[in-house]
């Protein structure tokens, strides 16, 4: 097979394929229903509705996706949330145990107010399928302490366009981006994860911000905000539409397919021994109209 850019020609095949344009993310304006009627944030795909689309229309039409997920968010969880307490021990060195959380009810109430178990399944659902999760966190009075901890859906968060100096400062959460409506659209201060905790306590008694969101996500290689899932692959290289095809064909074919019960061969032998010489006597057209008739019948 001969290649020409897009053109790939064998010897009884031609083929056309075409590489995907590369769209530049850029801002966009979203309106709000307060004060902040500048708001801009960075789009989540060329249209800002990546995570919907892939997941409504392509994710949960692929049975091997939906399971291989299903077992990356089982494993990843494991048993839950734990207590583990080092000890260093003479004989054995450095020793790990599990500790029970009744020992510490500090600890203990904050799991149990923050519904723990649910929180972790859920930022590892939104990392096992996008590669980032969003947290809101809750301060006290005195901004010391975190009193709450909430998981925010990743795929009604967007980021925030960045100011001068590169640092995001917001992100917005909406549950349907599809219309961006600014009475469901919901501003929330933005911590960089990298910011040390007194940093972050510092900013929020001088801003006097009582609660924030941050984000954690895998690693980021060439992208700048929302990281491209590794396994995404697939869809990226259009094997999971070919996928997801494949039972629209076979439903297709069983709901429009013809069943032939019987199929009749009749053979030219069968006129000349029925016609006998006469059949030699007739023209083309006479023949078939002879067979057409004869069809007919049978029919």
């Not at 949330?81 to 003479?90: G, P």
């Not at 500790?99 to 659902?125: H, V």
Request: include cysteine; charged fraction near 30%; aromatic fraction near 14%.
């Amino acid at each position: 097979m001969k290649h020409f850019k897009n053109v790939h020609v064998g010897k009884s095949t031609v083929v056309l394929t075409k590489v995907p344009d590369q769209v530049k993310t850029k801002a966009i304006k979203i309106d709000l229903s307060n004060e902040e009627q500048d708001a801009e944030i960075i789009p989540w795909g060329s249209d800002n509705l990546y995570p919907q689309n892939f997941y409504n229309k392509k994710f949960l039409r692929n049975g091997a996706a939906v399971g291989g997920i299903t077992t990356l968010k089982s494993s990843h969880y494991g048993n839950g949330f734990s207590l583990i307490k080092e000890f260093d021990d003479e004989a054995e060195g450095v020793v790990i145990k599990k500790e029970r959380l009744g020992k510490y009810p500090a600890i203990r109430d904050f799991a149990r107010r923050c519904k723990f178990n649910r929180f972790w399944y859920e930022t590892i659902t939104d990392q096992s399928m996008f590669h980032i999760a969003f947290t809101e966190f809750v301060l006290s009075k005195d901004f010391n302490s975190i009193v709450l901890v909430e998981r925010k859906q990743a795929a009604h968060c967007r980021f925030g366009k960045p100011d001068n100096t590169g640092k995001i400062l917001k992100v917005y959460l909406n549950t349907d981006w599809a219309t961006a409506n600014k009475e469901f659209t919901i501003p929330f201060d933005y911590m960089d994860p990298r910011m040390s905790v007194e940093e972050i306590k510092e900013y929020c008694k001088q801003k006097k911000i009582t609660n924030f969101v941050t984000a954690i996500w895998y690693p980021l290689i060439d992208e700048s905000f929302y990281p491209k899932t590794d396994w995404h692959a697939v869809d990226r290289n259009g094997w999971m539409d070919v996928a997801n095809s494949v039972p629209e064909l076979k439903q297709a074919i069983f709901e429009n397919q013809q069943h032939f019960k019987y199929i009749v061969y009749i053979s030219d032998y069968y006129f000349e021994s029925y016609y006998k010489d006469e059949w030699d006597d007739f023209d083309a057209d006479k023949r078939q109209q002879m067979r057409d008739e004869l069809a007919s019948v049978i029919d």
